[in-house]
């Protein structure tokens, strides 16, 4: 079974700290994605990387910044948390078909004081 | 651009109440389809899919068919069960859309004893 796992499950960081969030997959996907999950707001895409080095902003990419030196990990930071990004962070991986699913971790609930 | 409209939650049901929950959407390739599940306090997981026009997704019950004529991926389960409650996600991507999927804004359903 493909397993992403995310760093932390729960966060509590201040505001203007840098954060950094982790994601690891084990399935040597190319595709790797982070969101981010608010009540009636659904998910929402910050950015995804479809190979070593490379990225693409998403939807939200504002205040966020991501790495990905290796293919089985994809970082993605705060620069200066602020408290608008409390939020659940999901991190997702996938192979390079498009009618392949996505697969998740089991997010991180990011608070910011 | 492609999008996904899912029902509004909540969703509140019987245990073995019969569940339809709608999804319709607009793609201007040829997506693939899906249903994710979120249980509480977990990242989303596939729950079935349908790669072309008139497939029908199935797995611990639920299915889904895809319709092309009606643009619609309706989930469907004849009986819930408690262990059933959860947020329910319809998604789509295509090969118009690159690597990214759109997902809709998410069902909760919540089934009572």
């Known amino acids: 079974d493909v397993k992403v796992t995310q760093s932390s499950r729960y966060l509590v960081k201040r505001t203007g700290e840098k954060v950094f969030l982790e994601c690891v997959q084990d399935?040597?996907?190319?595709?790797m994605f982070w969101y981010r999950q608010d009540p009636g707001l659904g998910l929402r895409l910050i950015y995804f990387s479809y190979d070593v080095k490379m990225k693409e902003k998403g939807d939200i990419p504002e205040g966020y910044s991501v790495s990905r030196e290796k293919k089985e990990r994809f970082s993605l930071i705060l620069e200066s948390a602020s408290t608008n990004q409390t939020s659940m962070y999901l991190c997702a991986s996938t192979s390079v078909s498009f009618n392949q699913p996505q697969h998740f971790g089991d997010g991180t609930r990011l608070s910011i004081l | 651009g492609n999008s996904v409209t899912q029902m509004e939650g909540p969703v509140t049901l019987s245990e073995e109440a019969f569940l339809t929950i709608n999804c319709t959407y607009t793609?201007?390739?040829?997506?693939?389809l899906f249903w994710y599940v979120q249980y509480p306090g977990e990242g989303l997981q596939l729950l079935l899919k349908a790669t072309k026009a008139d497939d029908k997704g199935s797995n611990k019950g639920f299915e889904a068919t895809y319709r092309k004529e009606t643009t619609s991926f309706h989930l469907e389960k004849g009986s819930v069960q408690v262990s059933d409650s959860a947020v329910y996600f319809c998604a789509l991507s295509d090969n118009a859309g690159g690597f990214k999927t759109i997902f809709g804004a998410g069902t909760r359903l919540f089934v009572k004893a």
């Open positions: 793609a201007t390739g040829y997506p693939s």
């Open positions: 399935m040597d996907h190319e595709n």
